[in-house]
Nanobody, 124 residues
Framework: QVQLVESGGGLVQPGGSLRLSCAAS????????IAWFRQAPGKEREGVSC????????YYADSVKGRFTISRDNAKNTVYLQMNSLKPEDTAVYYC?????????????????WGQGTQVTVSS
């Protein structure tokens, strides 16, 4: 059974950094396309970044391009989201999601497996 567990969220000041982790159990994460999504109160869930299983290609939403970096460590069976220059508008619950053997997209319907989410709050 596929389980994805996010960690690394917290409270950070504007301009600060956080690194989120998405750890998998029950599967070899390298075979999965993985994406990060976020959902702020009263808003729809939106795609932030994704990484493909085949060639490791990455994609970012315009709102985070140049500030966030997605990467994977197959030896640790973990995908990371490094978030720099954080802004108050980045505040949300962040979720990782996985889909076997696919390229990555930022469409929620593309993914079969979801973690429980981790809260990121950017505030002074």
């Amino acid at each position: 059974q596929v389980q994805l567990v996010e960690s690394g969220g917290g409270l950070v000041q504007p301009g600060g950094s956080l690194r989120l982790s998405c750890a998998a159990s029950g599967v070899t994460l390298g075979y999965y396309a993985i994406a990060w999504f976020r959902q702020a109160p009263g808003k729809e869930r939106e795609g932030v970044s994704c990484i493909s299983s085949s060639d490791g290609s990455t994609y970012y939403a315009d709102s985070v391009k140049g500030r966030f970096t997605i990467s994977r460590d197959n030896a640790k069976n973990t995908v990371y989201l490094q978030m720099n220059s954080l802004k108050p508008e980045d505040t949300a619950v962040y979720y990782c999601a996985g889909s076997w053997g696919r390229i990555g997209t930022l469409s929620t319907s593309w993914y079969d497996y979801w973690g429980q989410g981790t809260q990121v709050t950017v505030s002074s």
